[in-house]
């Protein structure tokens, strides 16, 4: 019960930052936090099928199921491609506009569409 609570909380830190941050480095940080939250929780929820490592056992009983696993190493590529498209997108916003913060960006922004 506890270990659940502790990932909803890490959850919910997460996207606190998306909602309430302004600076788009610390967006991209908290994008991180949630995308890192739910793979523990896929990771803790496969973990729950069995008690013993499915690596080569004589005997045989529950093990846990290594699927939620391998799709988690995908998630954690994935998610590593997408903060690097995150950091680069924010970089061209900083050199065009000179700001991080998103509201700056977007006033600017409406100034030189008018």
């Not at 610390?26 to 939250?37: E, R």
């Not at 045989?60 to 680069?88: N, R």
Request: aromatic share 6%; charged share 15%.
């Amino acid at each position: 019960m506890i270990n659940s609570c502790l990932i909803v909380g890490i959850f919910l830190v997460g996207v606190c930052g998306l909602v309430l941050c302004g600076n788009l480095i610390k967006k991209v940080i908290a994008m991180n936090i949630v995308n890192s939250s739910i793979v523990i929780l896929f990771i803790y929820l496969g973990s729950l099928s069995g008690e013993e490592a499915p690596i080569l056992l004589e005997k045989t009983g529950p093990v846990v199921d290594p699927v939620p696993q391998a799709l988690m190493l995908t998630a954690i590529v994935v998610g590593i491609c997408l903060t690097a498209l995150a950091l680069s997108f924010v970089y061209r916003l900083f050199r065009k506009y000179g700001t991080l913060n998103i509201h700056e960006i977007e006033k600017k922004a409406r100034e030189d569409a008018r």
